[in-house]
């Protein structure tokens, strides 16, 4: 991928017309197939789409790739390959190859290696994830209006990732949640086909989440959620606070 940047950015003759153009047709297709998802996955992008900075509507991109041609595309790779770039380099697994793959990155594509490059020790400048000020709340009312099924996403942000203590929270929270969640609202409550949750983890924050997909109205959806989550605190959390 950085080769082929790299090239569209300096080489006046690549990509040739006709890769161009299958490259749009590819976009296009998967564009659609995204749209085309069951409505669970689309709303799962959607959650990426509101929270996410820099991450766009599917309606957005297929309007950028109506736009877009060959002397556009090459000035953008252009701008991006030369502007300053922000690398967080995670290598998983066999790390023998790890100083080659940082000096291939610096000499490539960053030149973070050399003497005058700058190293953030504060990244809050460089987060990409909305965070969701305490007390406020947010809905995206969006899909296709020809599936006959509505899906939901339900997230509650409990802070940043990066925080110890708030990641572990956050994962013995959907721990005790697994215990009650399918027996209520799929089994008892049977508000839709699929229920399922957990933790949900976003570039910067963290938080759980209660996804569902149903045939019935998403307020409907989200007014189950709601009762839940107050019977959660009601009878777990409160008595784990008593017993303290």
């Known amino acids: 991928i950085i080769e ?17 153009r299958r490259a749009r047709v590819s976009v296009r ?8 998802e069951n409505c669970v996955n689309v709303a799962s992008i959607g959650l990426l789409v509101l929270l996410e900075k820099n991450i766009w509507t599917l309606e957005d991109r297929m309007d950028a790739l109506e736009n877009i041609d060959m002397d556009s595309f090459k000035v953008l790779c252009m701008k991006f390959f030369r502007s300053s770039k922000y ?57 296709p209006k020809d599936d006959p099924n509505n899906g939901i996403v339900y997230f509650v942000q409990t802070g940043y990732r990066e ?4 990641l572990t929270m956050t994962v013995f929270t959907a721990f005790l949640l697994s215990f009650s969640m399918i027996p209520i609202l ?3 409550k049977q508000i839709g086909y699929v229920v399922i949750g957990g933790t949900r983890l976003l570039c910067d924050t963290v938080g759980v989440h209660i996804t569902v997909m149903s045939e019935g109205p998403c ?26």
Do not use: M
């Open 163 to 166: 925080n110890t203590r708030t």
């Open 87 to 143: 690398l967080n380099l995670l290598i998983q697994g066999d790390i023998s190859p790890a100083d080659e793959i940082n000096r291939y990155l610096s000499r490539r594509f960053t030149n973070h290696l050399r003497k005058d490059a700058k190293e953030e020790k504060d990244h809050s400048a460089s987060r990409s994830t909305k965070f969701l000020e305490p007390g406020n709340a947010y809905a995206k009312h969006w899909g």
């Open 4 to 20: 082929t940047i790299r090239n569209i950015a300096i080489d006046p003759n690549y990509p040739s017309k006709e890769l161009f």
């Open 29 to 36: 297709s998967s564009c659609e197939d995204a749209a085309n």
């Open 186 to 188: 799929r089994n008892e």
């Open 219 to 244: 307020i409907d959806l989200e007014n189950h959620i709601n009762e839940y989550f107050a019977y959660v605190e009601e009878n777990v959390l409160n008595k784990l606070d008593a017993n303290q």
